[in-house]
């Protein structure tokens, strides 16, 4: 079946360091991928997506790759800061039936970054 | 200003009692989903539609029931709800199922 695994948490990090969230899939057909954050209190937004093999998504200075050949997408920042902190989630969306397609989400990745 | 609205934001019922959570968006979104996200579980789908009076079943259906009768709207209703349907449910809508919107979250406790 279609999944998702990310790296568990929390991930507690200083300001300025390298951050690096793992996520591996696995899916039926090509799948679109994606990065979701959750900010405390508040609902999922888009990071970042990549729609085929060798795409590079990136935003806020996040990037993630579409690498096909070992079925992942990891979340990378070179610099974090305080305001990073979030719960956050690789997902993908995979074609399902007559209803269209659907979202699959990891379980989440909490990052505290600390001054 | 695009959105995904849900209500109501937090209840507090007890098990048994039906209850409905409405979801509107205002971006002419043909996808709409539920989800629940619970600790150490991550974001769990329950049920999607991609159009009026399409709906399908997600991860986690039970229990739960939906309805589509305008692009808009998208309620989500508990006919006998119980305590482990306790949980913080998110209502989201896209143009396809790619970058999705999501509301800000109910947070429902049956007691």
């Known amino acids: 079946g279609n999944s998702v695994t990310q790296m568990e948490g929390p991930v507690t990090l200083s300001e300025e360091a390298f951050l690096t969230i793992n996520c591996t899939y696995t899916a039926t057909g090509y799948p679109s991928l994606f990065w979701y954050v959750q900010y405390p209190g508040e609902g999922l937004q888009l990071l970042l997506k990549?729609?085929?093999?060798?795409d590079k998504g990136s935003n806020k200075g996040f990037e993630a790759t579409y690498r096909k050949e070992t079925t992942s997408f990891h979340l990378e920042k070179g610099s974090v800061q305080v305001s990073d902190s979030a719960v956050y989630f690789c997902?993908?969306?995979?074609?399902?039936?007559?209803?269209?397609?659907?979202?699959?989400f990891g379980k989440g990745t909490t990052l505290s970054v600390s001054s | 200003e695009a959105q995904v609205t849900q209500n109501p934001r937090y209840l507090i019922t007890v098990t048994g009692k039906k209850l409905t959570v409405t979801c509107s968006q205002n971006?002419?979104?043909?996808?709409m989903s539920w989800y629940r996200q619970d600790p150490g579980l991550g974001l769990r789908q329950i049920y999607y539609s991609m159009n009026v009076e399409v709906t399908d079943k997600g991860d986690v259906p039970e229990g739960y029931k939906v309805s589509r009768k305008e692009k808009r709207n998208f309620p989500l209703i508990l006919e006998s709800p119980s305590p482990n349907q306790t949980s913080l449910y998110f209502c989201a809508s896209s143009l396809w199922c790619e970058e999705q919107y999501f509301g800000p979250g109910t947070r429902l406790t049956v007691t």
């Open positions: 990549a729609t085929k093999a060798d």
């Open positions: 997902a993908l969306s995979v074609l399902a039936n007559q209803a269209g397609t659907a979202l699959i």
């Open positions: 971006m002419n979104h043909e996808y």
